[in-house]
């Protein structure tokens, strides 16, 4: 079994910068496919960042892309996102999402989650 408690969210003004944190346990880290998602009020939860489990290469979403970066520490058993210029619309709860395998864009495919943490941005 693995958990993932996200921390790092809070509120924060239009254009400012946060990161998120991601604490993964119980599982082997570099075998796991890694993703944020995000769900804002009235709307489904979506796609932001994916990042890959041995090469590590990430991508992104259109909305966030030029914005935000993934990485992850291996040492740690930490997934980052560093979100710079934010926007109202970026407003949403946070979740950490693991894979055992590839991470993918397809929210489905993911085997674990995390509680999700709170991101306000105010205009």
């Known amino acids: 079994q693995v958990q993932l408690v996200e921390s790092g969210g809070g509120l924060v003004q239009a254009g400012g910068s946060l990161r998120l944190s991601c604490a993964a346990s119980?599982?082997?880290?570099?075998?796991?496919?890694m993703g944020w998602f995000r769900q804002a009020p009235g709307k489904e939860r979506e796609f932001v960042a994916l990042i890959q489990r041995s090469a590590g290469s990430t991508y992104y979403a259109g909305s966030v892309k030029g914005r935000f970066t993934m990485s992850r520490d291996n040492d740690k058993n930490l997934v980052y996102l560093q979100m710079n210029s934010l926007k109202p619309e970026d407003t949403a709860v946070y979740y950490c999402a693991a894979r055992r395998g590839p991470a993918a864009l397809d929210r489905t495919l993911y085997d674990y989650w995390g509680q999700g943490t709170q991101v306000t941005v105010s205009s």
């Open positions: 119980g599982g082997t880290f570099m075998s796991y496919g």
